[in-house]
């Protein structure tokens, strides 16, 4: 779009405190320059002539925060892979592990991507100059040829340095700026600004306009700006997200998702079957930048802090969120909303003593529903307590926190999840103010039968057992001690150290933890008993003592289940 607008008036968009608005509020601010916005206290002012090329602004943003998460991104880095290989010594090939990484690549990357659809459609803007498809059946040849020949290193370099070529050609194809950029945006379209809304512009499938630049404009932009040139006196309705005044109800809510309906096909939400909620073009363009405001994963998750107090409050609560998301795909580390949300507020809490979680409004966003929650006071203080508590490991000077060593656990196709991070399990369920027994029973169960899918050690287990103790402490009157409870997992370490048959040991963790989930403390008891009988060793006392308080009795045997499995970690054990 060329110019159209060139003036330093300004646009006002003024927060009322709710959530969506506020989403498009910063998601504006993320979109557009420095220079071309204001804040004072809830209310941001944006030149009218940051409307000039604002499609183009508008994608950048996306690109700039998650354009490293797309297959187009992972094709091109795959360049240095390629340089390194190009007119390799054969005598320093290792067909094995060079086959296996390009074949992965190749699969999951290159053809995966030629065959998708966001292909054809972007690369009849501007066609490749040469086949994609003959290109790509040739490269599939000589990766049949490669996967013949991994033990004879001359032949297998003889076809790899003919492949490489043809893979540069795709790479050289995907690395033209404009190609970059078209690719990219179509992804992330799909995968991150399609969460906030869709059914129109370049999200209507049916849409025909096949830049999704122009796309954009012309359904978000162009509207502003004719909405700022006309005369708007005599208009009779008004927008009902701002009061300006409107000359037609023509933008409805119904693209937004897990907010809005349609207005066409379901009248009967609105009063007497009339739907009189709609919106003027400005709150339009705002509302689509809610995928802005938004701080999403690639797998249709995420977060927005409402710290609502003003707008310069809510931007820096929610810039340090996706700052450690970004941190995260640099570092190729898993990508987490809620993990880069804990690690905001750490450093918040490094800066400020004084600072606090409590009653903040976090809106969380999976799979297309919206949940609120207001961060209690007690616990703020349990995930501050948490963050702060640091470990020490007896094989060096290295630290971690309860939170932080929680970082890299995880339970793969668990729950309908294809992933579920221990760490975002954990977050979610202390926002709803719920305690982590059925969690660490999870974990516990599945570590005890030694299932594939869990990627947790027995050391995080007892580090979500101990964040459990914090929360119970913050939540009630439990007077139970952090000695206390290492002391009942040394004990159950020293009984499972009895048994020279470790299955035996893992039969008896697991009834034990039938035991304590179904609550029947006496059936414990019964079980402990017989278990030290059998090797003539004394009980430990505080389970006695403490078996008229169910849930120290609960902290405590499952600190003892986690003694009795064999630690699968040594070199992170604790001082």
């Not at 972007?122 to 020949?149: G, W």
């Not at 966003?365 to 020490?392: D, T, W």
């Not at 057992?465 to 119970?472: A, E, G, P, R």
């Amino acid at each position: 779009m060329q110019k159209v607008i060139d003036t330093d008036q300004e646009i006002c968009f003024k927060s009322q405190g709710g959530w969506l608005e506020n989403a498009g509020i910063i998601g504006l601010v993320r979109i557009l320059d420095a220079e071309d916005v204001s804040i004072e206290n809830n209310s941001l002012y944006v030149k009218k002539k940051a409307l000039n090329y604002f499609a183009e602004k508008y994608f950048e943003f996306f690109l700039k925060i998650y354009g490293g998460q797309t297959r187009v991104a992972k094709i091109i880095d795959f360049k240095v892979k390629i340089e390194e290989w190009q007119n390799i010594d054969e005598n320093k090939v290792v067909p094995e592990i060079i086959y296996n990484q390009l074949d992965n690549w190749y699969k999951n990357c290159l053809k995966y991507y030629i065959a998708s659809g966001s292909f054809k459609k972007i690369s009849s803007l501007f066609p490749p100059d040469f086949d994609s498809t003959l290109a790509l059946k040739d490269c599939s040849k000589d990766l049949q040829k490669m996967k013949k020949l991994k033990k004879n290193n001359q032949g297998f370099n003889e076809v790899l340095q003919q492949l490489i070529p043809k893979l540069q050609q795709f790479i050289d194809y995907f690395s033209i700026p404009k190609a970059k950029k078209y690719f990219m945006a179509k992804t992330l379209s799909y995968i991150v600004i399609n969460n906030a809304w869709g059914g129109i512009s370049f999200l209507n499938p049916q849409t025909k306009t096949p830049d999704l630049y122009q796309d954009y404009e012309d359904a978000f932009v162009k509207p502003v700006v004719e909405y700022l040139k006309a005369d708007h006196q005599k208009d009779v309705y008004r927008c009902a997200t701002c009061g300006r005044p409107i000359k037609k109800q023509k933008y409805s809510y119904s693209f937004l998702n897990g907010v809005g309906y349609d207005t066409n096909r379901k009248t009967s939400n609105a009063w007497l079957f009339n739907n009189d909620q709609f919106m003027c073009p400005l709150c339009h363009l705002m509302y689509s930048a809610v995928s802005a405001g938004f701080n999403y994963d690639n797998r249709h998750q995420g977060i927005f802090i409402n710290q609502n107090q003003d707008i310069e409050l809510l931007k820096n609560a929610n810039n340090k969120i996706i700052l450690e998301m970004k941190r995260a795909v640099e570092k190729e580390q898993i990508i987490s909303p809620w993990r880069a949300f804990a690690l905001s507020f750490q450093e918040m809490f490094a800066k400020s003593s004084s600072y606090t979680l409590a009653d903040i409004q976090v809106v969380s966003y999976q799979n297309g529903q919206y949940r609120f929650n207001l961060v209690p006071k007690k616990i703020a203080s349990v995930l501050k307590k948490a963050s702060e508590k640091e470990l020490l490991f007896s094989n060096g000077p290295k630290t971690a926190t309860l939170l932080s060593v929680l970082n890299s656990a995880y339970i793969k196709n668990f729950q309908g999840q294809s992933s579920l991070q221990i760490y975002d399990a954990m977050l979610k369920l202390l926002l709803v103010s719920a305690n982590l027994n059925s969690l660490i029973s999870d974990v516990l169960q599945l570590k005890i039968v030694r299932h594939q899918d869990l990627h947790v050690t027995v050391e995080q287990i007892y580090n979500l057992i101990q964040i459990n103790l914090i929360y119970f402490k913050e939540m009630s009157n439990l007077v139970l001690t952090d000695e206390e409870l290492r002391k009942m997992r040394g004990s159950g370490k020293n009984l499972g150290d009895g048994y020279a048959n470790t299955n035996k040991r893992q039969t008896l963790a697991y009834r034990l933890l039938q035991a304590l989930k179904i609550q029947n403390n006496d059936q414990f008891m019964n079980i402990l008993l017989d278990a030290y009988l059998y090797q003539k060793k004394l009980v430990p006392k505080n389970f006695i003592q403490k078996l008229n308080s169910p849930e120290e009795f609960n902290q405590l045997g499952y600190a003892f289940v986690a003694g009795l499995i064999p630690n699968d970690n040594k070199n992170e054990e604790e001082k």
